[in-house]
């Protein structure tokens, strides 16, 4: 069973109140597993010095409700999809770091089977330990260079990670004829937008609005054109 530090329990009611705003349904063991990893993000940032964010009301609002605002225009884009019946989605979520936002889509969605790639071994070895953890069969961490994965995964995201340009064309070949990227980021991107070879087709700017964060955000989703 997870069972949340004092600390972050006592964000359960702002977590609660954000994911009603944004309409994301989360049973108890959900909740309880979203304050556990920042537990775990917090125990292990010490030794492994995974996110310059320290202060865990900080961590709650700029990368657990961030990352959770994604969830229902990541929900809508994959039942919008084709996917063969009966198989889960796969989602690659690139440079994830300490696991955002591929922690969190893997505890909200356990349909999805979440890999969470990076250079750095230490973070993949921590996603390993929170899918151990939190008893998440559907997350993994690979250490890699995202270059060098294949796929085909259906879905293909990342935030604060590159430019959109360095962003899909290092993880073109491990989407699938049907897949789409997802990209997480600040500020309508138009300059990185206009860079982007015509081969990239942005097909969506979502603006996205983050309880308890006064900051703009938004979501470029492409495919291959
Ligand atoms: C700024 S961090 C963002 C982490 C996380 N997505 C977040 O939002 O907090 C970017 C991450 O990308 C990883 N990275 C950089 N180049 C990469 C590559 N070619 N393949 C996989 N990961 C890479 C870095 O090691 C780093 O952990």
């Given at each position: 069973?997870?069972?949340?530090?004092?600390?972050?329990?006592?964000?359960?009611?702002?977590?609660?109140?954000?994911?009603?705003?944004?309409?994301?349904?989360?049973?108890?063991?959900?909740?309880?597993?979203?304050?556990?990893?920042?537990?775990?993000?917090?125990?292990?940032?010490?030794?492994?010095?995974?996110?310059?964010?320290?202060?865990?009301?900080?961590?709650?609002?700029?990368?657990?409700?961030?990352?959770?605002?994604?969830?229902?225009?990541?929900?809508?884009?994959?039942?919008?999809?084709?996917?063969?019946?009966?198989?889960?989605?796969?989602?690659l979520?690139?440079?994830?770091?300490?696991?955002?936002?591929?922690?969190?889509?893997?505890?909200?969605?356990?349909?999805?089977?979440v890999s969470?790639?990076?250079?750095?071994?230490?973070?993949?070895?921590?996603?390993?330990?929170?899918?151990?953890?939190?008893?998440?069969?559907?997350?993994r961490?690979v250490?890699?260079?995202?270059?060098?994965?294949?796929?085909?995964?259906?879905?293909?995201?990342?935030?604060?990670?590159?430019?959109?340009?360095?962003?899909?064309?290092?993880?073109?070949?491990?989407?699938?004829?049907?897949?789409?990227?997802?990209?997480?980021?600040?500020?309508?991107?138009?300059?990185?937008?206009?860079?982007?070879?015509?081969?990239?087709?942005?097909?969506?700017?979502?603006?996205?609005?983050?309880?308890?964060?006064?900051?703009?955000?938004?979501?470029?989703?492409?495919?291959?054109?």
């Amino acid at each position: 069973m997870n069972t949340p530090s004092a600390t972050t329990q006592a964000f359960r009611p702002t977590l609660l109140s954000a994911a009603e705003q944004l309409g994301v349904a989360l049973t108890d063991a959900q909740a309880d597993a979203l304050l556990c990893y920042l537990d775990l993000i917090q125990k292990w940032t010490k030794v492994y010095n995974l996110t310059a964010v320290r202060d865990p009301k900080e961590m709650l609002t700029h990368h657990l409700l961030d990352s959770l605002a994604a969830i229902p225009p990541l929900r809508r884009a994959l039942a919008q999809a084709s996917l063969p019946a009966g198989q889960g989605a796969r989602l690659l979520d690139v440079g994830a770091g300490a696991g955002l936002p591929g922690v969190v889509i893997a505890i909200c969605c356990p349909e999805v089977d979440v890999s969470c790639v990076d250079t750095v071994a230490k973070k993949a070895a921590f996603i390993q330990q929170v899918a151990v953890s939190l008893k998440l069969p559907n997350l993994r961490g690979v250490h890699a260079r995202v270059e060098n994965l294949d796929g085909p995964f259906d879905v293909v995201t990342s935030r604060a990670f590159a430019s959109l340009v360095d962003f899909t064309t290092w993880s073109r070949q491990a989407l699938g004829p049907q897949s789409v990227w997802l990209a997480m980021k600040g500020k309508h991107p138009a300059e990185e937008i206009a860079a982007l070879p015509a081969s990239v087709q942005v097909f969506h700017v979502e603006p996205l609005v983050v309880p308890g964060l006064d900051a703009e955000r938004c979501i470029v989703w492409m495919r291959t054109a």
